[in-house]
Protein backbone atom coordinates (compact mmCIF):
# COMPACT_ATOMS: atom_id res chain seq x y z
CA UNK A 1 0.00 0.00 0.00
CA UNK A 2 2.46 2.42 0.82
CA UNK A 3 4.59 1.50 -2.45
CA UNK A 4 1.66 2.15 -4.38
CA UNK A 5 0.63 5.34 -3.22
CA UNK A 6 4.54 6.54 -3.13
CA UNK A 7 4.38 5.33 -7.20
CA UNK A 8 1.67 7.36 -7.74
CA UNK A 9 2.53 10.98 -5.74
CA UNK A 10 5.57 10.36 -8.19
CA UNK A 11 3.69 9.57 -11.30
CA UNK A 12 2.15 12.45 -10.48
CA UNK A 13 4.97 15.11 -10.64
CA UNK A 14 6.40 13.44 -13.68
CA UNK A 15 3.00 14.21 -15.59
CA UNK A 16 2.55 17.50 -14.30
CA UNK A 17 5.70 19.08 -15.54
CA UNK A 18 5.65 18.60 -19.50
CA UNK A 19 1.84 19.85 -19.00
CA UNK A 20 2.62 22.78 -17.44
CA UNK A 21 5.15 23.71 -19.75
CA UNK A 22 3.01 23.18 -22.76
CA UNK A 23 0.33 25.32 -21.18
CA UNK A 24 2.97 28.44 -20.48
CA UNK A 25 4.14 28.12 -24.52
CA UNK A 26 0.57 27.82 -25.73
CA UNK A 27 0.13 31.38 -23.82
CA UNK A 28 2.97 32.92 -25.32
CA UNK A 29 2.62 34.94 -28.93
CA UNK A 30 6.18 33.98 -29.81
CA UNK A 31 7.76 31.08 -30.46
CA UNK A 32 9.91 29.69 -27.36
CA UNK A 33 12.48 27.02 -26.77
CA UNK A 34 11.71 23.38 -26.16
CA UNK A 35 11.83 24.47 -22.36
CA UNK A 36 15.19 21.50 -21.84
CA UNK A 37 17.40 23.70 -21.07
CA UNK A 38 15.48 25.83 -18.53
CA UNK A 39 15.42 22.20 -16.75
CA UNK A 40 18.93 21.54 -16.58
CA UNK A 41 20.17 22.08 -13.23
CA UNK A 42 22.97 24.64 -12.39
CA UNK A 43 25.29 22.02 -11.64
CA UNK A 44 25.33 20.33 -15.12
CA UNK A 45 26.10 23.65 -16.93
CA UNK A 46 29.36 24.83 -18.04
CA UNK A 47 31.63 27.48 -15.29
CA UNK A 48 31.92 30.15 -17.34
CA UNK A 49 28.50 30.31 -18.49
CA UNK A 50 26.31 33.31 -17.32
CA UNK A 51 23.35 32.74 -15.57
CA UNK A 52 20.49 33.73 -18.03
CA UNK A 53 16.84 34.43 -17.26
CA UNK A 54 13.94 32.17 -18.34
CA UNK A 55 13.12 32.38 -22.06
CA UNK A 56 9.59 32.47 -20.92
CA UNK A 57 10.68 35.90 -19.94
CA UNK A 58 13.00 36.76 -22.48
CA UNK A 59 10.38 35.98 -25.45
CA UNK A 60 8.17 39.00 -23.99
CA UNK A 61 10.64 41.70 -23.37
CA UNK A 62 10.53 44.66 -25.44
CA UNK A 63 13.43 45.46 -27.33
CA UNK A 64 15.16 48.90 -27.32
CA UNK A 65 14.27 51.16 -30.16
CA UNK A 66 17.66 52.30 -31.74
CA UNK A 67 17.84 56.03 -32.52
CA UNK A 68 17.31 57.26 -36.01
CA UNK A 69 19.94 59.41 -37.31
CA UNK A 70 18.83 63.16 -38.55
CA UNK A 71 18.88 63.62 -41.84
CA UNK A 72 20.21 66.44 -43.03
CA UNK A 73 17.87 68.14 -45.98
CA UNK A 74 20.37 70.69 -48.20
CA UNK A 75 18.89 74.45 -47.93
CA UNK A 76 18.05 75.52 -51.61
CA UNK A 77 16.74 78.31 -50.80
CA UNK A 78 18.54 80.50 -53.23
CA UNK A 79 17.97 78.29 -56.01
CA UNK A 80 14.58 77.93 -55.40
CA UNK A 81 14.34 81.42 -55.01
CA UNK A 82 16.08 81.91 -58.55
CA UNK A 83 13.90 79.21 -60.17
CA UNK A 84 10.88 80.95 -59.20
CA UNK A 85 11.87 84.74 -60.39
CA UNK A 86 12.69 83.11 -63.62
CA UNK A 87 9.49 81.19 -63.79
CA UNK A 88 7.40 84.84 -63.27
CA UNK A 89 9.87 86.02 -65.90
CA UNK A 90 8.78 83.73 -68.45
CA UNK A 91 4.79 83.20 -67.51
CA UNK A 92 4.31 86.39 -64.98
CA UNK A 93 2.47 88.10 -68.17
CA UNK A 94 0.45 85.78 -69.09
CA UNK A 95 -3.60 84.96 -68.05
CA UNK A 96 -6.14 87.47 -66.43
CA UNK A 97 -5.12 90.33 -65.43
CA UNK A 98 -7.05 91.28 -62.27
CA UNK A 99 -7.86 94.19 -61.19
CA UNK A 100 -9.63 96.25 -58.08
CA UNK A 101 -12.71 96.83 -58.22
CA UNK A 102 -13.77 98.36 -54.72
CA UNK A 103 -11.84 101.33 -53.74
CA UNK A 104 -12.71 102.55 -49.80
CA UNK A 105 -12.71 106.00 -51.35
CA UNK A 106 -14.36 105.92 -54.23
CA UNK A 107 -17.25 106.63 -52.51
CA UNK A 108 -16.34 110.15 -51.44
CA UNK A 109 -13.87 110.92 -54.42
CA UNK A 110 -16.93 110.40 -56.87
CA UNK A 111 -19.93 110.25 -54.70
CA UNK A 112 -23.14 108.80 -56.31
CA UNK A 113 -26.50 110.17 -57.41
CA UNK A 114 -29.87 109.83 -56.81
CA UNK A 115 -29.59 108.33 -60.75
CA UNK A 116 -26.82 105.89 -59.63
CA UNK A 117 -29.00 104.14 -57.34
CA UNK A 118 -28.74 100.95 -58.37
CA UNK A 119 -29.30 96.86 -56.73
CA UNK A 120 -25.83 95.53 -57.67
CA UNK A 121 -24.49 99.14 -55.98
CA UNK A 122 -26.71 98.40 -52.73
CA UNK A 123 -25.92 94.71 -51.88
CA UNK A 124 -22.59 95.49 -52.69
CA UNK A 125 -22.63 97.79 -49.90
CA UNK A 126 -24.27 95.52 -47.59
CA UNK A 127 -27.74 97.14 -47.62
CA UNK A 128 -29.88 94.09 -47.24
CA UNK A 129 -28.10 92.68 -44.06
CA UNK A 130 -30.49 93.19 -41.13
CA UNK A 131 -30.29 92.43 -37.40
CA UNK A 132 -31.02 88.80 -36.04
CA UNK A 133 -34.58 87.81 -36.28
CA UNK A 134 -35.14 87.73 -32.50
CA UNK A 135 -34.45 91.71 -32.62
CA UNK A 136 -36.73 92.60 -34.95
CA UNK A 137 -39.54 95.12 -35.22
CA UNK A 138 -42.85 93.76 -36.35
CA UNK A 139 -43.48 97.61 -37.73
CA UNK A 140 -40.80 96.47 -40.21
CA UNK A 141 -42.03 93.35 -41.60
CA UNK A 142 -42.85 95.23 -45.11
CA UNK A 143 -39.23 95.97 -45.49
CA UNK A 144 -38.03 92.18 -45.10
CA UNK A 145 -37.26 90.24 -47.58
CA UNK A 146 -37.20 86.93 -45.84
CA UNK A 147 -34.53 85.40 -43.09
CA UNK A 148 -31.90 83.31 -44.17
CA UNK A 149 -29.72 81.48 -41.29
CA UNK A 150 -31.83 83.81 -38.17
CA UNK A 151 -30.52 87.08 -39.90
CA UNK A 152 -33.40 88.93 -41.62
CA UNK A 153 -32.87 90.34 -44.98
CA UNK A 154 -33.99 93.67 -45.82
CA UNK A 155 -35.88 94.10 -49.53
CA UNK A 156 -33.76 96.03 -51.81
CA UNK A 157 -36.40 96.86 -53.80
CA UNK A 158 -37.65 98.95 -50.75
CA UNK A 159 -34.37 100.48 -49.64
CA UNK A 160 -34.18 101.71 -53.13
CA UNK A 161 -37.89 103.44 -53.72
CA UNK A 162 -37.26 105.12 -50.14
CA UNK A 163 -33.74 106.25 -50.57
CA UNK A 164 -34.82 108.08 -54.47
CA UNK A 165 -37.56 109.43 -52.11
CA UNK A 166 -35.48 110.87 -49.20
CA UNK A 167 -33.35 112.38 -52.18
CA UNK A 168 -36.26 114.38 -53.61
CA UNK A 169 -37.00 115.52 -50.49
CA UNK A 170 -33.32 117.02 -49.80
CA UNK A 171 -33.05 118.40 -53.13
CA UNK A 172 -36.56 120.12 -52.76
CA UNK A 173 -35.86 121.64 -49.10
CA UNK A 174 -32.32 122.65 -50.89
CA UNK A 175 -33.99 124.17 -53.61
CA UNK A 176 -36.41 126.82 -51.33
CA UNK A 177 -33.45 127.52 -49.34
CA UNK A 178 -33.76 125.66 -46.57
CA UNK A 179 -31.37 124.46 -44.03
CA UNK A 180 -30.28 120.84 -43.66
CA UNK A 181 -28.31 119.34 -40.71
CA UNK A 182 -26.85 116.00 -41.78
CA UNK A 183 -26.00 113.70 -38.23
CA UNK A 184 -24.08 110.50 -37.62
CA UNK A 185 -22.26 110.45 -33.99
CA UNK A 186 -21.54 106.47 -34.40
CA UNK A 187 -17.21 106.18 -34.62
CA UNK A 188 -16.20 106.32 -38.56
CA UNK A 189 -19.98 108.38 -39.32
CA UNK A 190 -17.82 111.60 -39.08
CA UNK A 191 -16.56 112.07 -42.68
CA UNK A 192 -20.24 110.58 -44.40
CA UNK A 193 -21.41 113.37 -42.92
CA UNK A 194 -19.17 116.12 -43.96
CA UNK A 195 -19.04 114.94 -46.90
CA UNK A 196 -22.58 114.86 -47.20
CA UNK A 197 -22.83 118.29 -45.62
CA UNK A 198 -20.22 119.93 -48.05
CA UNK A 199 -21.62 118.68 -51.34
CA UNK A 200 -25.59 120.23 -50.17
CA UNK A 201 -24.06 123.54 -48.37
CA UNK A 202 -25.69 122.12 -45.22
CA UNK A 203 -24.66 121.57 -41.42
CA UNK A 204 -23.31 118.27 -40.08
CA UNK A 205 -22.97 117.29 -36.37
CA UNK A 206 -20.88 114.06 -35.82
CA UNK A 207 -20.67 114.27 -32.05
CA UNK A 208 -23.29 113.98 -29.00
CA UNK A 209 -26.37 115.82 -29.85
CA UNK A 210 -27.07 118.66 -27.12
CA UNK A 211 -30.57 118.34 -25.53
CA UNK A 212 -32.93 121.21 -25.96
CA UNK A 213 -30.91 122.27 -28.58
CA UNK A 214 -34.54 123.02 -30.59
CA UNK A 215 -36.83 123.19 -27.86
CA UNK A 216 -35.10 125.47 -25.64
CA UNK A 217 -32.60 127.12 -28.78
CA UNK A 218 -33.39 130.90 -27.18
CA UNK A 219 -30.81 129.59 -23.97
CA UNK A 220 -28.93 126.82 -25.43
CA UNK A 221 -27.87 128.89 -28.55
CA UNK A 222 -28.15 131.96 -27.97
CA UNK A 223 -25.23 134.58 -29.01
CA UNK A 224 -24.52 132.05 -32.11
CA UNK A 225 -23.18 134.17 -34.99
CA UNK A 226 -25.57 134.28 -38.07
CA UNK A 227 -25.05 136.17 -41.54
CA UNK A 228 -27.82 137.00 -43.82
CA UNK A 229 -27.50 136.24 -47.38
CA UNK A 230 -29.27 136.88 -50.44
CA UNK A 231 -30.94 134.66 -53.26
CA UNK A 232 -27.24 134.45 -54.99
CA UNK A 233 -25.64 133.40 -51.44
CA UNK A 234 -24.24 137.10 -51.14
CA UNK A 235 -23.85 138.54 -47.53
CA UNK A 236 -26.37 142.00 -46.89
CA UNK A 237 -25.75 144.15 -44.61
CA UNK A 238 -27.62 146.29 -42.35
CA UNK A 239 -29.38 143.09 -40.60
CA UNK A 240 -26.85 142.95 -37.57
CA UNK A 241 -29.69 144.56 -35.25
CA UNK A 242 -31.94 141.90 -36.36
CA UNK A 243 -29.76 138.77 -36.39
CA UNK A 244 -28.71 140.03 -32.67
CA UNK A 245 -32.34 140.21 -31.37
CA UNK A 246 -33.69 137.54 -33.01
CA UNK A 247 -34.03 133.60 -31.60
CA UNK A 248 -31.61 130.93 -32.95
CA UNK A 249 -32.28 128.94 -36.37
CA UNK A 250 -33.85 125.63 -36.28
CA UNK A 251 -33.41 123.28 -38.85
CA UNK A 252 -36.00 122.78 -41.89
CA UNK A 253 -34.67 118.95 -42.46
CA UNK A 254 -32.46 116.33 -39.88
CA UNK A 255 -30.79 113.58 -41.81
CA UNK A 256 -30.15 111.31 -38.86
CA UNK A 257 -27.64 108.23 -40.30
CA UNK A 258 -27.77 106.41 -36.67
CA UNK A 259 -31.26 107.18 -35.00
CA UNK A 260 -30.87 104.78 -32.41
CA UNK A 261 -28.40 106.88 -30.43
CA UNK A 262 -30.34 110.36 -31.26
CA UNK A 263 -34.02 109.49 -30.31
CA UNK A 264 -33.88 113.11 -28.07
CA UNK A 265 -32.61 114.37 -31.46
CA UNK A 266 -36.10 112.50 -33.32
CA UNK A 267 -37.84 113.72 -30.56
CA UNK A 268 -37.36 117.22 -30.36
CA UNK A 269 -37.57 117.63 -34.14
CA UNK A 270 -41.03 115.45 -33.85
CA UNK A 271 -42.37 118.39 -31.23
CA UNK A 272 -40.84 121.60 -33.70
CA UNK A 273 -42.43 119.83 -36.93
CA UNK A 274 -39.42 119.44 -38.43
CA UNK A 275 -39.13 116.69 -40.63
CA UNK A 276 -36.22 114.07 -40.75
CA UNK A 277 -34.96 111.50 -42.80
CA UNK A 278 -33.40 108.03 -41.08
CA UNK A 279 -32.08 105.11 -41.95
CA UNK A 280 -33.73 102.64 -40.47
CA UNK A 281 -32.65 98.83 -39.41
CA UNK A 282 -34.99 95.61 -38.78
CA UNK A 283 -34.38 96.82 -34.77
CA UNK A 284 -35.61 100.21 -35.33
CA UNK A 285 -38.91 101.97 -34.86
CA UNK A 286 -39.81 103.03 -38.13
CA UNK A 287 -42.35 105.67 -36.73
CA UNK A 288 -39.36 107.84 -35.18
CA UNK A 289 -38.62 109.60 -38.27
CA UNK A 290 -40.64 111.25 -41.17
CA UNK A 291 -38.99 109.72 -44.31
CA UNK A 292 -37.77 106.13 -43.49
CA UNK A 293 -34.53 104.03 -45.48
CA UNK A 294 -34.85 101.09 -44.32
CA UNK A 295 -31.05 99.72 -44.43
CA UNK A 296 -28.22 98.60 -42.65
CA UNK A 297 -27.43 101.14 -40.24
CA UNK A 298 -23.82 99.06 -39.12
CA UNK A 299 -22.03 99.15 -42.46
CA UNK A 300 -20.03 102.23 -43.15
CA UNK A 301 -19.95 101.55 -46.85
CA UNK A 302 -23.86 101.37 -46.73
CA UNK A 303 -23.75 104.45 -44.61
CA UNK A 304 -21.38 106.45 -47.33
CA UNK A 305 -23.96 105.36 -50.45
CA UNK A 306 -26.69 106.91 -48.36
CA UNK A 307 -25.09 110.07 -47.18
CA UNK A 308 -23.13 110.60 -50.70
CA UNK A 309 -26.69 109.93 -52.95
CA UNK A 310 -28.45 112.66 -50.27
CA UNK A 311 -25.72 115.26 -50.48
CA UNK A 312 -25.73 115.06 -54.32
CA UNK A 313 -29.07 115.65 -54.16
CA UNK A 314 -28.77 118.58 -52.03
CA UNK A 315 -26.17 120.00 -54.35
CA UNK A 316 -28.26 119.24 -57.21
CA UNK A 317 -30.97 121.46 -55.80
CA UNK A 318 -28.54 124.32 -54.60
CA UNK A 319 -27.60 124.63 -58.14
CA UNK A 320 -31.17 124.77 -59.55
CA UNK A 321 -31.99 127.68 -57.21
CA UNK A 322 -28.93 129.56 -58.04
CA UNK A 323 -29.53 129.36 -61.79
CA UNK A 324 -33.03 130.31 -60.85
CA UNK A 325 -32.19 133.04 -59.19
CA UNK A 326 -29.87 134.94 -61.67
CA UNK A 327 -32.73 134.05 -63.91
CA UNK A 328 -34.81 136.71 -61.25
CA UNK A 329 -36.95 133.16 -60.50
CA UNK A 330 -36.59 132.96 -56.65
CA UNK A 331 -38.80 129.53 -55.31
CA UNK A 332 -39.02 130.82 -51.59
CA UNK A 333 -40.19 133.42 -49.54
CA UNK A 334 -38.76 135.65 -47.13
CA UNK A 335 -39.12 134.58 -43.32
CA UNK A 336 -41.67 136.46 -41.42
CA UNK A 337 -39.98 137.71 -38.90
CA UNK A 338 -37.37 139.12 -41.34
CA UNK A 339 -40.34 140.86 -42.91
CA UNK A 340 -41.52 142.70 -40.24
CA UNK A 341 -37.93 143.39 -39.55
CA UNK A 342 -37.65 144.48 -43.54
CA UNK A 343 -41.35 146.04 -43.08
CA UNK A 344 -40.21 148.66 -39.48
CA UNK A 345 -36.89 149.58 -40.78
CA UNK A 346 -38.82 150.84 -44.49
CA UNK A 347 -41.72 152.51 -42.22
CA UNK A 348 -38.98 154.11 -40.29
CA UNK A 349 -36.53 154.66 -43.13
CA UNK A 350 -39.72 157.01 -44.61
CA UNK A 351 -40.67 158.79 -41.02
CA UNK A 352 -37.00 159.93 -41.30
CA UNK A 353 -37.00 161.12 -44.59
CA UNK A 354 -40.32 162.58 -44.57
CA UNK A 355 -38.77 164.49 -41.19
CA UNK A 356 -35.65 165.30 -43.19
CA UNK A 357 -38.29 166.80 -45.83
CA UNK A 358 -40.26 168.50 -43.50
CA UNK A 359 -37.28 169.90 -41.73
CA UNK A 360 -35.50 170.93 -45.27
CA UNK A 361 -38.89 172.89 -46.03
CA UNK A 362 -39.33 174.80 -42.68
CA UNK A 363 -35.62 175.72 -43.35
CA UNK A 364 -36.21 177.22 -47.20
CA UNK A 365 -39.31 178.88 -45.92
CA UNK A 366 -37.54 180.43 -43.08
CA UNK A 367 -35.11 181.42 -45.65
CA UNK A 368 -37.55 182.92 -48.33
CA UNK A 369 -39.30 185.01 -45.18
CA UNK A 370 -35.60 186.51 -44.00
CA UNK A 371 -34.80 187.75 -47.76
CA UNK A 372 -38.44 189.42 -48.16
CA UNK A 373 -37.87 191.41 -44.91
CA UNK A 374 -34.51 192.15 -45.66
CA UNK A 375 -36.09 193.46 -48.79
CA UNK A 376 -38.48 195.65 -47.21
CA UNK A 377 -35.91 197.10 -44.49
CA UNK A 378 -34.14 197.75 -47.71
CA UNK A 379 -36.57 199.06 -49.72
CA UNK A 380 -37.91 201.60 -46.26
CA UNK A 381 -34.27 203.16 -46.03
CA UNK A 382 -34.31 204.31 -49.45
CA UNK A 383 -37.66 205.90 -49.36
CA UNK A 384 -36.67 207.34 -45.61
CA UNK A 385 -33.15 209.02 -47.58
CA UNK A 386 -34.97 210.29 -50.61
CA UNK A 387 -37.18 212.27 -48.49
CA UNK A 388 -34.58 213.80 -46.71
CA UNK A 389 -32.88 214.45 -50.06
CA UNK A 390 -35.82 216.07 -51.06
CA UNK A 391 -35.96 218.33 -47.57
CA UNK A 392 -32.68 219.41 -48.45
Known sequence: MIIRDFGARQARRALTT????????????????????????PSLQSPNAQPQPPSIFTANARATPARRKKTTVPDNTVENYRMACELKSKIGRIGSRVERTYRPGDVFLNPPGPKDVTLELLMASQAHMGHHASLWNPANARYIYGVRQGIHIIALEQTA???????????????????ILFVGTRPGQAQIVTQAARLARACHLFTKWTPGAITNSEVILAGMPLQMLDELDQPVEGFERHLTDRRPLVPDLVVCLNPLENFV???????????????????????????????????????????????????????????????????????????????????EANDEAERRTAVEKQRVFESEAEEVVSFDTGFQNSQINKIRSDLD
Request: hydrophobic letters at 40%; a neutral charge.
Open 161 to 179: AHLRRAARVVEEVAYRGGL
Open 18 to 41: PLRQACLRSLSTQTTSTGVSDLIE
Open 265 to 347: LLQECSQANVPTIGVIDTNVEPTWVTYAIPANDDSLRCLAVIGSVLGRAGEAGQERRIEDAEKGVVAWETPLDVAKFMQRQRR
